[in-house]
């Protein structure tokens, strides 16, 4: 046991703790919003999955929509650290944590490995795990953003980097002093070809690839196997940061490797990207002016905001055939049509032009988004006080059949 009384700490976006109990609370809203179970579903057994990268973001979404919404059967992989004498564990850790109790009590055969998804060691533990316990997959979904990545053919270790590509980039952020929304400007330097490169190994579909020949090479693919990894257009506003830029560059490099996959299945599954909406997450918190867009998305839509829950059920009933696979023209399953909608576009557009020192904290969201951030590591989360010790030494989840 190690009770303690948890302050926040935080540089900018950026904490260094987390509190386990407000960590929980995020869990339980999102397994909240997550639909019910079909009622013509019975108690048939779900789909086998395997998600990589399970404890944040799209990917921590998609894994409570699979658990109650679809009965999913298999096994996530997350990277996360545990609580020490001096700090807590990390966010993740205690979301992961939650979602096994959720699990659990859902009756789900499903648990959870920490560790470094590139590695092959990773790969070769989730691949004897999956084949002892049910044999083959039906799905795997992909969702990482990493800083760097060992290649484990080379042992090289590449860096990546959020720059924009051909020429320096400028515009307005959103920051915070003291609480208090201001609006700032950044400067980029347009990164060399290098940092080009090194960012298309960490963040592009290299490791995808290394995962689908590893399971493949193990007979663990089910007829009519799917994948997708999760990806990213955006607003022109952000483009040249963005899609324009060394994270664009990644993004391309993951959809050319999903039609690679494509030809390697031979039609016995298929690979998808996922365009997903915007959303605040660890990842988005460290992109140059994504803070400031999304404020002001926000604002623009309201209620038609739609929350990694909301695109992961829909992303769930395409895959599960319940609805038509929404594909754009590059065979990319897009998500973000409340997003992209030129109406608010539009809107977007008009405010970010106009936006400035005095008008930030009515034109955009900004208490929203300060606080969406800090639940990311579960602080400003309504109903949980702050005040009350928390149990920051959580074990991480034993697997449904151990006995440990």
């Not at 990773?122 to 083959?136: H, I, M, Y």
């Not at 007829?223 to 040249?240: E, H, K, M, N, R």
Request: aromatic share 8%; proline share 4%.
């Amino acid at each position: 046991m190690s009770l303690r009384e948890i302050k926040p700490g935080n540089r900018g976006y950026l904490y260094v703790n987390s509190h386990p109990t407000g960590c929980k609370a995020v869990v339980d809203l999102m397994w909240q919003r997550t639909p019910d179970p079909a009622d013509d579903e019975g108690d048939r057994p779900g789909p086998v999955a395997l998600v990589i990268g399970s404890s944040a973001g799209y990917g921590l979404a998609a894994t409570l929509v699979g658990l109650r919404a679809r009965r999913m059967r298999g096994l996530g992989i997350a990277f996360e650290s545990t609580a020490t004498e001096r700090r807590t564990a990390s966010a993740g850790w205690y979301r992961t944590a939650r979602t096994a109790e959720l699990a659990a009590e859902a009756g789900a055969d499903f648990t959870f490995l920490n560790g470094d998804a590139f590695s092959d060691g990773v790969k070769d533990e989730a691949a004897d795990q999956l084949a002892s316990r049910f044999g083959k997959i039906d799905l795997l979904i992909y969702s990482i953003a990493a800083p760097r990545r060992t290649d484990p053919l080379t042992g090289e270790v590449h860096h990546s980097v959020i720059k924009p590509l051909g020429t320096d980039y400028r515009a307005k952020t959103l920051v915070f002093e003291d609480g208090v929304p201001q609006l700032g400007e950044m400067h980029l330097q347009a990164a060399d070809e290098a940092e080009r490169d090194a960012t298309v190994q960490v963040m592009g579909g290299a490791d995808w690839q290394l995962w689908i020949d590893a399971l493949q090479s193990k007979g663990l693919l089910a007829d009519g196997f799917q994948t997708v990894a999760l990806s990213y257009v955006g607003s022109d506003i952000t483009a040249p940061v963005y899609r324009a830029g060394t994270i664009g560059a990644a993004k391309q490099h993951l959809e050319d490797t999903a039609r690679a996959i494509n030809t390697q299945l031979k039609g016995a599954g298929h690979a998808y990207t996922v365009v997903a909406g915007a959303a605040v997450t660890q990842a988005s918190t460290a992109i140059p002016s994504i803070a400031l867009y999304t404020s002001i998305l926000h604002r623009v839509t309201g209620d038609g905001w739609q929350a990694t829950v909301d695109q992961a059920a829909a992303l769930w009933n395409q895959l599960a055939g319940d609805a038509a696979l929404d594909l754009d023209g590059q065979g990319r399953i897009r998500l973000d049509d409340w997003e992209m909608n030129p109406a608010v576009q539009a809107a977007v557009h008009a405010t970010w032009d106009q936006v400035d020192a005095d008008t930030v904290a009515t034109s955009a969201d900004t208490d929203w988004f300060r606080n969406q951030v800090g639940q990311l590591y579960g602080w400003d989360v309504p109903g949980v006080d702050y005040e009350v010790a928390a149990e920051t030494t959580v074990p991480w989840p034993a697997s449904p059949s151990s006995d440990v």
